[in-house]
């Protein structure tokens, strides 16, 4: 196979070993002055290894963030199934506001919410990282002019 790398044109020989659903190769330069192993794997071959699954976030988690200078107190109902992340969030005194977009990938899920805030309207981005019974997020307008953190707890 010829591939151009930094602008110039160099071969490459591929030399593969066979097995039941994987070719381990080893390629490189056809002079030999470069060469790496590469293992392929057939589509859906191993797959239980090739992802970790993705996190379950499913239930009820609180958190408190700073809100200009007011502790504000966020309520979490979230429920993932597979990599998609359906749910709201409730601010005290308000109602429960619908996430979107939500998904999970691996240990991070995030998700976009719109909001009213002194008469104007934004949308709060929420990323978070999954650990054993909490989620760190970062959030924050969509334009990112204001941001926060938040570790929501489950329970």
Known sequence: MNSDYQGQTYKLVYKGKVAADQISFD????????????????????????????????GDWKGTFDLNGTPTELKFHLKS???????????????????????????????????????????????????????DFDMGTADQSWSASVTAKKG
């Open 27 to 58: 390629f490189g330069t056809e002079d030999g002055s470069w060469s790496a192993p590469l293992t392929v794997k057939r589509d859906g071959a191993d797959a239980a290894s090739a992802a970790p699954a993705p996190a379950d976030v499913t």
């Open 81 to 135: 199934t597979g990599g998609a992340v359906t749910g709201s969030i409730e601010r005290a005194g308000a109602p429960p506001i619908e996430v979107h977009e939500g998904k999970i990938e691996g240990d991070t899920v995030s998700f976009w919410i719109t909001t009213d805030y002194e008469g104007e309207t934004y949308t709060i981005v929420y990323k978070g990282k999954v650990t054993a019974g909490q989620i």
